[in-house]
């Protein structure tokens, strides 16, 4: 029971220009709404500007965010004029289970921003005993962290720092850098090794004003990643005159030679030089340009150390000590654990199988220390231009303040994206923003150029383009086994994710997102998995009983469907046990619910009639299935009117290491630490069926062209899972205009999805 409960009201005159009345009401029942869903908990007092909230559960908030607040009384919301609030301090305070807690909040409402005193012209308002004064809050959607700076590092007092904002991406408005679009060609390159192997790469060059002596751009590809995921970069540079080489490595992910189990930093060092003697070859009289990223960029540093051949080294998101960035990703030394001949035959780095060798040649030719990195930046003779991530949980401030000591004058320029993780793509904004304060630094640094006045930028259509030729190549060739026994063994090792804190808040974000979950009403898990979104929603109405149950006349009807048998059990088995627990007084008091499971596909038509449930949710799912748009439209098909569908899906290109290191960082347990692992192994292959399209994560404007299609009263898409998954919230207006047909399959008789009668009840 909520510790204000009791709170009693009593007679109080409310009178124009005196806060105090209200001031002194704390505390009173407050609802936040922020990114789709409703928490709700009490105002708990002032102190001075300072205002103070408690709500249950863990809200999608951040600090400095605003929050926009007004009162009402008995419903009626029009007495008071809104005021201002900025989040200055946040506290999360755990309950009994990792999925219980209280939020804390801290609000500074300067004095000269303070409404509440304000009331309508003349007016007097009487709160007698028994009315309800209440406080509501919204979430300013402008004021989360989606506008930010880059800003560059000091290099010394003569150095001055200049911010840089973020527009939309109908800009400029910043006076200094004017964008136009150019347009771009593309065409394939191989190139073969001194041992025979070819490496895959794409030449991008300007349609217009090209020249063979303008800069020569080579991109390395990050450590599990391809030429593919730096297209949008290499257009960046190719539309602004530079002659872009990008490739993907041999022996890893991608077009190139050799088996990904082979791969080594050696081979990639090689792969690095080789394509820079080709540009070098092939454009004798142009500026080259390396550019790398994460590992990439100390392979990149150590080919530059021996044979210098660049011009500008450009390093991004940079690991520089790979020994303290692994043990920091996999929680133990793997180099110490290989020299002491206590490594397997094969190991996971960074989320990729790779054979020992990797290890070993990892330390043979000095790779792995940040003294041998650091001995490397001492031998370079280009410019470096150091590109960091604030947030980076891979690498540590330490460390990159080492290496810019190494690097002395030759670090030319040093620029840190506020608020970014270690993939720069994660966010295409920041990406975007940060290409051009690179293209700007590289027109200065090699072509000898003040900053240019006009920073031209790709043609979207002729980049979307390109990106679907390329992902069907990758198609082609795609390896990635993310068949049944897969997610048999993801859901296996997923027990312990389900008590990650990100996690944690986002079964909090999309249970509050659902609304109110009310008897009688019909709830559809799809996609159930071991059942943690079905426990959590469980416990969170369980939270709202008193004195009993309440539930008796009507039941919630639970059904919860999956692809996967086993994973039906687990969801069935942890269910029982709830239960269980609160028949014996451990827990409080459950819902009346009666519980379904099917054995059911999503990717295909779902074997119930239309209009059929009250609520559905669908949790970090639909992006497996091979349409996902498709599923979607059948979701809205049997959800009822007036009913509401709430979906989680991963973002395109997300970076999951600050969640990882979250959920390593609170493993208490070997086996925890071992699921923890298993998880960056199931992630790296992940990641790499999204490549060859066998998964489909949906950026917002895919998911709001979707949204558009179906008709729906009221669409929300927000951002959740750490900033790393989007939250789609549906409502079906109680009259619909058109029936919602089932999707059709493209075999004329399908035996997919066919319940064999009723679905097995479970008490």
């Known amino acids: 029971m909520n510790q204000f409960a009791g709170s009693k009201q009593v007679t109080q005159e409310l009178v124009p220009g005196d806060p105090s009345g209200i001031r002194h009401l704390s505390p009173l029942p407050f609802s936040l709404h922020c990114l789709g869903g409703v928490w709700e908990g009490y105002l708990v007092g ?54 219980e807690g209280t939020t804390d909040i801290l609000l500074d409402c300067p004095t000269e921003n303070d409404a509440i005193g304000f009331f309508s012209s003349g007016m007097k308002v009487l709160l007698p005993q028994g009315e309800s004064l209440m406080v509501h809050g919204h979430a300013l959607k402008n004021s989360f962290n989606s506008s930010w700076n880059i800003h560059n590092h000091e290099l010394s007092d003569s150095t001055p720092g200049v911010s840089f904002r973020e527009k939309e991406e109908k800009e400029p408005k910043d006076g200094s850098l004017i964008l136009q679009k150019t347009g771009i060609s593309s065409s394939r390159l191989t190139i073969k090794k001194d041992n025979g192997q070819r490496i895959s790469a794409y030449h991008d060059q300007p349609t217009e004003g090209n020249s063979t002596e303008e800069p020569v751009v080579v991109i390395a590809p990050g450590y599990g990643e391809t030429k593919r995921d730096y297209l949008t970069l290499a257009y960046y540079f190719a539309s602004n005159g530079f002659h872009v080489v990008r490739y993907d490595h041999t022996n890893h992910v991608g ?142 401030p330490e460390d990159l303040q080492a290496f810019r000591n190494a690097l002395d004058r030759r670090l030319e320029h ?84 389900a008590q990650c804190r990100d996690y944690v808040k986002l079964l909090d974000h999309v249970f509050h997102a659902l609304g109110p979950i009310t008897p009688g009403q019909r709830f559809l898990d799809a996609g159930c998995g071991n059942g943690n979104a079905g426990l959590y929603f469980l416990d969170k109405l369980s939270s709202t009983i008193l004195n009993g149950i309440p539930f008796l006349e009507k039941s919630i009807q639970y059904v919860g469907i999956d692809v996967v048998p086993d994973a039906l059990k687990r969801a069935n088995n942890a269910m029982l046990a709830t239960t269980t627990k609160w028949q014996h007084g451990i827990t409080s008091p459950t819902p009346f619910v009666t519980k379904a499971w099917a054995h059911v596909d999503l990717g295909q038509p779902l074997p119930f009639p239309d209009n059929r449930f009250d609520r559905i949710v669908s949790n970090l799912v639909i992006g497996y299935v091979q349409d996902p748009g498709a599923t979607l439209r059948e979701l809205y098909r049997v959800l009822a009117p007036g009913g509401r569908i709430v979906i989680s899906n991963l973002k395109p290109n997300g970076d999951f290491s600050g969640i990882y290191q979250s959920l390593v960082s609170s493993a208490a347990l070997p086996q925890q630490r071992e699921e923890a692992r298993d998880l960056l192994n199931n992630y790296g292959k992940i990641r790499q069926a999204e490549k060859e399209g066998q998964f489909c994560f949906y950026d917002q404007t895919q998911w709001e062209s979707i949204v558009a299609t179906l008709g729906c009263t009221n669409a929300g898409i ?39 009668g009723i679905l097995k009840q479970v008490a």
């Open 255 to 396: 077009e190139s030679d050799g088996l990904h189990y082979q791969v080594s930093l050696s081979s990639m060092k090689n792969d690095f030089q080789t394509v820079t003697r080709y540009a070098r070859a092939t454009w004798p009289h142009s500026a080259i340009i390396g550019v790398a990223s994460s590992l990439a960029s100390r392979v990149a540093l150590k080919a530059e150390a021996e044979c210098p051949s660049l011009s500008l080294l450009i390093m991004l998101m940079s690991i520089v000590n790979v020994q303290r960035s692994a043990a920091t990703v996999h929680q133990e030394d793997l180099f110490a654990a290989y020299g002491d001949k206590q490594c397997p035959a094969s190991a996971n780095f960074l989320g990729f199988n790779v054979g020992n060798q990797f290890l070993g040649d990892a330390i043979a030719n000095k790779f792995v220390t940040i003294e041998h990195t650091l001995i490397d930046a001492k031998s370079l003779t280009s410019p470096v231009i150091l590109v960091s991530a604030e947030k980076d949980a891979w690498v540590a």
């Open 414 to 497: 040093w620029m840190v994206v506020p608020d970014a993780l270690h993939r720069l793509q994660e966010n295409p904004k920041r990406a975007r923003e940060t290409y051009r304060r690179l293209i700007a630094q590289c027109h200065k640094q090699v072509n000898q150029k003040a900053d240019p006045d006009v920073i031209h930028t790709p043609n979207r259509l002729a980049l979307g383009r390109q990106n679907r030729q390329e992902k069907f190549a990758q198609q082609q060739q795609a390896e990635t086994d993310v068949g049944a026994g897969f997610w048999q063994d993801y859901l296996g090792h997923f027990q312990s994710v």
């Open 46 to 99: 002032w102190h001075g500007d300072n205002l103070q909230l408690r709500l249950t559960g863990f809200p999608p908030i951040e600090l400095s965010q605003i929050i926009e607040l007004k009162y009402d009384i008995s419903g009626q919301d029009h007495l008071f004029k809104k005021f201002h609030g900025m989040i200055k301090d946040i506290q999360v305070e755990p309950g009994q289970t990792a999925w």
């Open 718 to 756: 927000f951002s959740t899972f750490a900033g790393q998954a989007y939250l789609v919230v549906l409502d079906k207006p109680i009259v619909c205009t058109q029936a919602q047909k089932p999707i059709q399959n493209a075999e004329p008789c399908s035996t997919r999805n066919q319940l064999p």
